[in-house]
């Protein structure tokens, strides 16, 4: 069973950055699918950064050139680095992992994914 624990979530002001961290408990070199999620009360589960086996990246439209994300397999770490926070981007975020292969294809989900239990994030105007 594969754990995942994030941190680095807080409360910052509007223009501030936070880096969240997820530490996986399996090494995370080739096998792994990992991205970061955020869910914000009353909304739907929302993906905004997605790392591939290989290191590639892929960040939604709604945080690109704010958030950025990356991993260090030998830490067995992933990484959520935030800048330009706004309110809107208040929400608890997850981090999660897939073993699936092909990894820009599916959709994270609760039957295949290893999921976080969350950090807090709280952007105040």
């Known amino acids: 069973q594969v754990q995942l624990v994030e941190s680095g979530g807080g409360s910052v002001q509007a223009g501030g950055s936070l880096r969240l961290s997820c530490a996986v408990s399996?090494?995370?070199?080739?096998?792994?699918?990992l991205a970061w999620f955020r869910q914000a009360p009353g909304k739907e589960r929302e993906e905004v950064a997605r790392?591939?086996?290989?290191?590639?990246?892929r960040h939604p439209g709604s945080v690109a050139g704010r958030f950025t994300i990356s991993k260090d397999n030998a830490k067995k770490a992933l990484y959520l680095q935030m800048n330009s926070l706004q309110p809107e981007d208040t929400a608890m975020y997850y981090c999660a992992a897939d073993f699936r292969r092909g990894c820009w294809w599916y959709v994270f989900d609760e039957t295949s994914s290893y999921w976080g239990q969350g950090t807090q994030v709280t952007v105040s105007s």
């Open positions: 790392i591939s086996e290989t290191g590639s990246t």
């Open positions: 399996e090494y995370i070199d080739s096998t792994y699918c």
